[in-house]
T-cell receptor, first 114, second 115 residues
């Protein structure tokens, strides 16, 4: 089973860049890496997805090294509203054809301090 | 667009009661999922469906049942509610466009307490 490891929590001041790293040593060749954000009392929300190198959208950047055994979510100039739990997911190649189960770990709780 | 809609938002059950959590999506997604989230924890997959008429167990299926008679609807049934089923339940859907990685769209959740 593809498994991810990420820090339990992080603190950051407003305006700083935040980097959250996720380890996924057993990532499969066809797996993509996906990050979700969850605010209290809400369902998770898709942030960004990538396969290799770097992906950037209006919210974040995702850096993936050549060996793809880790990935880093980068949030530029965070604000108080970025306080949330961030989950790193990879596809589960052992779930069988056409039925991939995405596993959410405990995620990283980011607290942005004024 | 409505996206994924869950009802009810809150519910209190007595031990042994039964109920159905409703979930519907209007995005014509083929995959649908039910997760539960206990306080301070990640999400655990209960059941999922890859299309109408097809369902399968996730990580924690005991005490739950599902059905998928249409593409839009994926209700979750709790039989004989127990305090261990106190949790927040999220329904999600996705459209398989890559082989192993899918964007999930989540509902706003149902907070269930079993007393």
């Amino acid at each position: 089973l593809a498994k991810t490891t990420q820090p339990i929590s992080m603190d950051s001041y407003e305006g700083q860049e935040v980097n959250i790293t996720c380890s996924h040593n057993n990532i499969a060749t066809n797996d993509y890496i996906t990050w979700y954000q969850q605010f209290p009392s809400q369902g998770p929300r898709f942030i960004i997805q990538g396969y290799k190198t770097k992906v950037t959208n209006e919210v974040a950047s995702l850096f993936i090294p050549a060996d793809r055994k880790s990935s880093t979510l980068s949030l530029p100039r965070v604000s108080l509203s970025d306080t949330a739990v961030y989950y790193c997911l990879v596809g589960d190649p052992d779930s069988g054809a056409g039925s991939y189960q995405l596993t959410f770990g405990k995620g990283t709780k980011l607290s942005v301090i004024p | 667009n409505a996206g994924v809609t869950q009802t009810p938002k809150f519910r209190i059950l007595k031990i042994g009661q039964s109920m159905t959590l409703q979930c519907t999506q209007d995005m014509n997604h083929n995959y649908m999922y039910w997760y539960r989230q206990d306080p301070g924890m990640g999400l655990k997959l209960i059941y999922y469906s890859v299309g109408a008429g097809i369902t399968d167990k996730g990580e924690v299926p005991n005490g739950y049942n599902v059905s998928r008679s249409t593409t839009e609807d994926f209700p979750l049934r709790l039989e004989l509610a127990a305090p261990s089923q106190t949790s927040v339940y999220f329904c999600a859907s996705s459209y398989l466009y890559k082989e192993v990685s899918e964007k999930l769209f989540f509902g706003s959740g149902t907070q269930l307490s079993v007393l």
